[in-house]
């Protein structure tokens, strides 16, 4: 399989100027580059952007490799990070990938923050390239019951002085209806960095508003916010967070030369990128100070170009704000008296890509070099004459995606670099069509149709089909299957609206396209690298299956140490046996291993010298972010369609949930397992008011911490987490009027939440939740607030060991694919009777077409849903890509 993966990496490659050194050097470190060290990408098709709190999250996953972007044959584990609205970890999942394919789902928690949320994806070998080039998706998610306070902010005024920003507001707050909060107390606070900068307390008018004038340090804070908080009852608090704009004056405004060099004399492009301290784009206008007639403005993203032939070594630009009027000067790159520059030409109907170079007092020979991801697909030399050299490249050697033009010196020093986007004939065409009508709870059969070039062709697909009154297609802000692998994911630094650029192909939205490639970079390696033959670094491997690592160490330490060993290895009741050797340091490894969700691991081991006295430990895995910068939406979101079917959405959930997840307040009366037994005995203060049983809740082991465990999963329990600590309050007890914490307890033995939130879930038997004051009584005063008892599996608190050279513990595995429910309306059921408001009508993350290129899918509609928008994204084994955005009526 690896010997066909890189032929295929090679058809873009072609060995030129063999006699020549310079060029040969080249060709030889970029078909190494390819053949030891591919490039992998992850992308996640999600079944929509928008979500209401307790909804189900459901994605496709794509993984893909090398300078073709074909299915990946490397890596089978795709680590899966979901973080929630203030940028906090609160999962994380193992996916198990096949043919660069996998799928897995997410349930928001119920009671969780809201805003927006972010996914991030990738493997352990792309550890080795960089974080900036792993995937990261965001979406919204919404409080679909808390449209009782929903504020309207309009910022009036900004202006920046004496080290201050100075803000004019305009609040206006009603409920979901549409009626304003008369006379209410509303809590204003802005924060920066996550830091309180102001706090004032408002009441509104008897219309619902305010206007209200504060100022803020003018520091770049990497996120700002204004919060607002309304408190609709003594029990409940509701805040909603906006983003807080920039002054002008903190504003990063770039201007760069086409190429990256400004030259005297000779006709410059010169593009600007214009965005706030957190990536937020700038709308602004310019003129050149003392350049009649050059005027420019920014896009939708911050971006803009100017023409300018340098007559002189420096410019300044005037900047003026759209949004506020503010103003600013910016200082151009100093114009060079020497050097080269370049002007690019790329047509759409002609067959090739042309590039000018232009330059004064350069001597000697030049090589253009053409690549696309690291394939080389066009080399020539040449020399300037009288100040010009040129060269044309033909499109049909250029696959779609980012294009890198680089000219270098006789010696390999880079002289310019220019980016181009191609977007050749290379792309699946996809057609659905349907034999059905849409009725309340009919039948849907959809037939899908996929075509290369007009010839039938074979790829893997994920389709999404959801009610339009719900969801609308937000792609164009969120991007897709081309903007993430063709764009995004092979240059540094957020791409506004990606996904703009691929739904509609006009001048304008080509224009815009070209902006984008003339300020930013494409740095998977330097020029530098090549000719000191640097490779990245390669500490992390290629993982084909579940890596379990740990160490060994003497019961009783002696001055001889350990002498190396066996050890034997059963997964489960047998899903693999397996054994391997350790040496003196007890370091030991296991990989490749094949299993889902947790199961049990006995590790039975014996050293050459200490026999079966030692003591077995396992490393958990490391996690490699534990917090995102936030992103704050721009204006509070309340999308009618989807709110106004949360209570009947959440119900239908509920009553088709996973069987292994069991009714928390139901009694259930049974025979004990001994192991059972042995905790019961430890349960001195009994049972609580509900009991969760990690090891019964699939996925279980994706937890960071046990609160996620009890987030969303107790009636009455409210978890806000706070990295590995949490706040918890839990209804009916005192902790709502004194605002206290419960009792934790680890073992029988008291901590606090920071403790508890260190105990790793697969250490734990169970969880007792106390919330009834009969039952909370037991714990006197410390138990006025409920109370949440943690046993673990040892019964040693925070410690886990081994006995006699064994140990038996819980590890996690692949994460435990659920299927996506869609009711069948052909017969009658209980579940039939409830009412059918969902959003997502159906869902399917791994659907291949045939040698015909035929597939189809069958799904019964909703209640109420009329119109279909359906989503479908995909690829072949080539690594051509496929997508279709359809409304069925």
């Not at 003497?554 to 050797?581: A, F, H, M």
């Not at 204006?635 to 088709?656: A, D, H, K």
């Amino acid at each position: 399989m690896r010997t066909a993966f890189f032929a295929i990496c090679f058809l873009f490659s072609t060995s030129i100027f063999a006699q020549n050194e310079l060029p040969e050097r080249i060709q030889t470190y970029f078909d190494k580059y390819q053949e030891d060290f591919p490039v992998e990408k992850a992308y996640l098709h999600l079944d929509k952007f928008t979500y209401t709190l307790g909804e189900d999250l459901w994605f496709s996953a794509y993984l893909v490799a090398g300078g073709t972007q074909v299915p990946s044959p490397l890596s089978n584990t795709l680590y899966v990070d979901f973080f929630d609205g203030e940028g906090l970890l609160l999962t994380q999942k193992m996916i198990q990938v096949e043919n660069g394919r996998g799928a897995g789902d997410f349930k928001i928690p119920s009671f969780a923050k809201t805003g927006i949320y972010q996914i991030k994806a990738y493997t352990s070998w792309m550890k080795n390239f960089g974080e900036d080039y792993f995937f990261t998706q965001r979406f919204e998610v919404i409080d679909g019951l808390g449209g009782s306070f929903l504020p309207r902010v309009e910022f009036l005024d900004l202006s920046a002085a004496e080290g201050k920003v100075r803000y004019q507001v305009s609040l206006q707050a009603v409920n979901s209806s549409g009626d304003p909060l008369s006379n209410k107390n509303i809590l204003v606070q802005a924060t920066g960095d996550g830091e309180v900068l102001y706090s004032q307390e408002l009441q509104l008018s008897a219309q619902g508003e305010a206007e209200f004038i504060f100022s803020i340090p003018a520091v770049a804070h990497a996120s700002q916010s204004l919060e607002l908080s309304f408190e609709e009852n003594e029990d409940y608090v509701i805040t909603q967070k906006i983003r807080l704009p920039y002054s002008l004056q903190l504003a990063d405004i770039q201007f760069l030369p086409e190429g990256g060099q400004l030259l005297m004399g000779k006709k410059s492009k010169l593009a600007f990128r214009a965005v706030d301290p957190d990536g937020t784009p700038i709308t602004l206008t310019g003129t050149l100070e003392g350049e009649e007639g050059t005027t420019f403005s920014s896009n939708f993203a911050g971006l803009g170009k100017v023409e300018i032939t340098p007559s002189k070594d420096s410019y300044v630009a005037l900047i003026q704000s759209t949004l506020y009027g503010e103003s600013r000067k910016v200082a151009l790159p100093k114009a060079s008296s020497k050097g080269l520059n370049i002007q690019v030409q790329n047509p759409e109907e002609g067959a090739f890509l042309s590039a000018l170079v232009q330059g004064n007092e350069v001597d000697g020979n030049l090589l253009l070099v053409s690549h696309t991801r690291g394939l080389i697909n066009f080399m020539v030399q040449g020399k300037l004459t009288n100040g010009v050299w040129g060269a044309r490249i033909p499109k049909k050697n250029l696959p779609s995606g980012i294009n890198t033009i680089a000219v270098l010196d006789e010696k390999g020093k880079p002289l310019l670099e220019r980016l181009v986007f191609i977007q050749n004939e290379d792309t699946l065409q996809l057609n659905l069509s349907s034999s059905s009508q849409i009725t309340s709870r009919g039948k849907i059969d959809l037939s899908l149709e996929s075509l290369f070039q007009n010839n039938p062709n074979s790829g893997s697909f994920s389709i999404a089909v959801a009610d339009v009154d719900q969801v609308q297609d937000e792609s164009e802000l969120f991007g897709s299957i081309f903007s993430h692998l063709l764009l995004s994911s092979d240059l540094k630094g957020e791409i506004y609206r990606p996904g703009y650029y691929f739904q509609h192909q006009n001048p304008e939205t080509k224009e815009a396209l070209d902006l984008v490639m003339l300020t930013h970079g494409w740095s998977r390696f330097s020029w530098e690298d090549i000719f000191t033959e640097k490779f990245p670094d390669q500490g992390y491997y290629i993982e084909q299956g579940i890596s379990i690592k740990g160490k060994i160490k003497e019961q009783y330490p002696t001055r001889k140490g350990l002498g190396g060993g066996k050890i034997n290895v059963v997964i489960g009741e047998g899903i693999e046996l397996l054994s391997t050797e350790y040496g003196p340091d007890g370091m030991f490894l296991l990989t490749d291993l094949q299993y889902q969700d947790s199961v049990t691991v006995t590790i039975t081991a014996e050293d050459s010298r200490a026999k079966n006295f030692i003591d077995l430990e396992l490393e958990d895995p490391k996690l490699l972010f534990s917090k995102l910068k936030v992103k704050y939406p721009l204006e509070i979101s309340w999308p009618e369609g989807l709110v106004s079917t949360v209570r009947e959405r959440s119900l239908m959930q509920q009553l088709n949930a996973d069987p292994k997840i069991i009714d928390l307040e139901e009694v259930t009366i049974g025979a004990k397992t001994l192991q059972e037994e042995k905790t019961s005995n430890r349960k001195i203060y009994g049972s609580g008011d509900a009991t969760l049983k990690p090891d019964e809740i699939p996925g279980g082991s994706g937890f960071v911490n046990i609160f996620q465990m009890i987030q969303g999963r107790v009636a009455g329990v409210r978890v806000n987490l706070n990295g590995f600590s949490a706040s918890v309050q839990i209804r009916g007890v005192g902790s709502i009027q004194a605002g206290t914490e419960p009792l934790y307890l680890l073992d029988n033995i008291p901590v606090d939440a920071a403790t508890l939130g260190q105990v790793s879930p697969r250490d734990v038997e169970s969880i007792e939740v106390f919330k009834d004051p009969s039952r909370t009584a037991i714990f006197g005063s410390q138990g006025a607030n409920g109370a949440i008892a943690v046993y673990t599996k040892t019964g040693a608190g925070l410690s886990s060991t081994s006995v006699g050279g064994t140990l038996v513990t819980k590890y996690g595995g692949y994460a435990l694919p659920r299927e996506f429910y869609s009711p069948k309306y052909d017969e009658k059921s209980p579940a039939t009777a409830v009412t059918d408001k969902r959003a997502t009508l159906f869902w399917n993350p791994l659907i291949s077409t045939d040698a015909s290129g035929k597939a189809s899918v069958e799904f019964y509609n909703s209640d109420s849903a009329s119109k279909h928008l359906v989503v479908i994204e995909g690829m072949d084994s080539f690594g051509r890509l496929g997508r279709l955005v359809k409304v069925l009526e």
